[in-house]
């Protein structure tokens, strides 16, 4: 009769929203096949009552403790999270349970008493798949010591129906196999924790390469490669719809590196990128286009509206103070507007916006102008 396992290898005391309802599931399917097993277990203890191998009192009562244990397990399990039970702690009152009827059952079964250890190996091997190794061990030296005990006191008080030395021969062979279950089923855990724990870092790697592969390491921002894929799928979209794309190029900022020092011009990109990304709509998308070269796509926005958008981060962009520079210098950009024609695509936007970033900067600079 073995207990139902918890998520193996869980410490946790409270399971997170989102995984709370997966972990619900694990364990209640694990209840539904450690309950079968128990009906199945009390249909041969019936069996044996009915062929006169054991008395129906105690196999009746035996009967009744397991299924009330089996109810208030499940009870226990569907309240885990509020009752803040640890998934590790459940399954070792789950298996310190099944091993007392065992040990009962083991008592009263008379010359079938022998199958009974079966079923502790069972109970043994499931919890040792549901908790840390050193407490399955020590949950395996428990349930020795409890059939050591109880092999001792039959053999004591009726030794014709309980032979000392078949009782002895029996507790070495279970012995032997529980040793040998909980050494086995402890490596396998090992064995399934590394794999878990290299499938999250092979996880994390791939989101690593997700992220540099889409994302400007200086900026923050999206990449140039990202936001290709943006304008692709933007072009597929089959809704029509008015965008814009302009084109933002930092003044001067050739003479911010070579004043100030590199290190100076990239606090410039950073500081010019977390000023322009706060002034963004919500579906606006700013990348780093190249060196101090900028890239906005404006999704569902008219000229005017892109405009606006533009003019917010020429105000917070004229506000930016980078350490190491004179408050005197301020930073500021030229920009080139351009709005997608129907069908058009964006590469031809991008080009007219580049024209039109070029007439921005020979009038003077810091101005938005439009193709």
């Known amino acids: 009769m073995p207990p ?52 129906r009192g105690p196999a009746l009562m035996l009967s009744v403790v397991a299924a009330c244990g089996t109810l208030a397990f499940y009870a226990l399990i ?15 009152l789950q298996s310190l349970f099944a091993i007392g009827c065992i040990i009962a ?18 109970a043994i091997a499931f919890c040792t798949f549901a908790m840390h190794p050193r407490r399955a061990l020590l949950l395996a030296g428990a349930a020795l010591a409890g059939m050591a005990g109880i092999m001792w006191y039959l053999q004591a008080v009726d030794p014709r129906g309980h032979p000392p030395a078949v009782e002895a021969m029996s507790f070495g062979y279970l012995a032997a196999a529980l040793l040998a279950t909980t050494l086995l089923a402890s490596e396998m855990t090992k064995l399934r924790r590394r794999m878990k724990a290299s499938k999250q870092e092979l996880l994390t790697a791939l989101e690593t390469i997700r992220t540099l592969a889409t994302v400007d390491e200086l900026t923050s921002l999206a990449n140039r490669r990202h936001m290709n894929e943006l304008l692709g799928a933007e072009e597929r979209r089959s809704a029509p719809a008015t965008s814009c794309v302009a084109l933002l190029d930092l003044d001067l900022f050739k003479q ?14 950073r500081g010019f990128a977390g000023a322009a ?11 780093r286009w190249g060196g101090e070269e900028f ?4 999704p569902d926005a008219t000229p005017q509206a892109a ?18 520079m004179t408050p005197a210098r301020r930073i500021s950009f030229s920009a080139g507007l351009a709005e997608r024609r129907d069908g058009e695509p964006f590469t031809e936007a991008i080009s007219r916006a580049d024209k039109a970033l070029y ?13």
């Open 4 to 55: 139902a396992p918890s998520s193996a290898g869980s410490t946790a005391t409270t399971a997170a929203p989102a995984h709370a309802a997966p972990m619900l599931r694990r364990m209640r399917n694990y209840w539904i096949a450690t309950a079968m097993l128990y009906v199945a277990t009390m249909g041969l203890l019936a069996a044996q009552v009915g062929a006169g191998y054991t008395p």
């Open 78 to 92: 569907h309240f885990s999270t509020r009752l803040k039970i640890a998934p590790d702690t459940l399954a070792a």
């Open 105 to 122: 059952g083991y008592a009263i079964a008379g010359p079938l008493r022998a199958s009974l250890l079966s079923m502790l190996v069972v």
């Open 256 to 269: 911010v590196n070579d004043q100030y020092g590199h290190a100076v011009g990239d606090a410039v990109l």
């Open 277 to 287: 990304h706060g002034a963004l709509r919500e579906h606006d998308t700013l990348a």
């Open 295 to 298: 890239l906005l796509l404006l």
């Open 307 to 324: 405009r606006q958008v533009l003019e917010r981060i020429v105000t917070r962009v004229h506000a930016l103070q980078i350490d190491g």
């Open 359 to 371: 007439r921005a900067k020979a009038a003077g600079r810091d101005r938005i102008e439009v193709a």
